[in-house]
T-cell receptor, first 110, second 115 residues
């Protein structure tokens, strides 16, 4: 069974401080990991995926298979980053069966 | 309207009522999904449809009955629900091809309260 764990329900950081949202996963096969974000009064949307190795809005995430982690990082938090962040996993054989974590609320303090 | 729309946005129903949730996508996708989001729980996948055919039923109770008449529309028919079914029900759509399948586009959700 595949499982995604986000240990922090709430993460508060000051503007300009580094951000790290933790995500650990459990899956025996080859996972596809990604992050979704939900800003206030907006719908859930894809932020980034690990295979793209891209930086979106200054956020990056590296898949660490040894630690089974996919932490989301940003060097300098901005107020507009305040949102709910969900880590998600799909197995390479069934991209549509996505397992989401419980989410972490990021609060950036001005 | 563009994207994924859901109606109604809010619904209160009694346990003996029958109601339906509607989802429509204007993105040309061929896959549609229903998710349930309860307080303090992860987003739970309920059903997946590809080209109008159900390809995933994640052990959902039969009091939830999905219907997909075409690739643009998805319904969730509700009957004899329980109070614990109160939640936010999200619809999503995606491509059915390759890795684009997991870039899912979500609707705003229907907030369901069962009394």
């Amino acid at each position: 069974a595949q499982r995604v764990t986000q240990p922090e329900k709430l993460l508060s950081v000051f503007k300009g401080a580094p951000v790290e949202l933790k995500c650990n996963y459990s899956y025996s096969g080859s996972p596809e990991l990604f992050w979704y974000v939900q800003y206030s009064r907006q719908r859930l949307q894809l932020l980034l995926r690990h295979i793209s190795r891209e930086s979106i809005k200054g956020f990056t995430a590296d898949l660490n298979k040894g630690e089974t982690s996919f932490h989301l990082k940003k060097p300098f938090a901005q107020e507009e980053d305040s949102a709910m962040y969900y880590c998600a996993l799909a197995n390479s054989g069934g991209y549509q069966k996505v397992t989401f974590g419980t989410g972490t609320k990021l609060q950036v303090i001005p | 309207e563009t994207g994924v729309t859901q109606t109604p946005r809010h619904l209160v129903m009694g346990m003996t009522n029958k109601k339906s949730l509607k989802c429509e996508q204007h993105l040309g996708h061929n896959a549609m999904y229903w998710y349930k989001q309860s307080a303090k729980k992860p987003l739970e996948l309920m059903f997946v449809y590809n080209f109008k055919e159900q390809t995933e039923n994640n052990s959902v109770p039969s009091r939830f009955s999905p219907e997909c008449p075409n690739s643009s529309h998805l319904f969730l028919h509700l009957h004899t629900l329980q109070p614990e079914d109160s939640a936010l029900y999200l619809c999503a759509s995606s491509s059915s091809v390759g890795r684009d399948q997991y870039e899912q586009y979500f609707g705003p959700g229907t907030r369901l309260t069962v009394t």
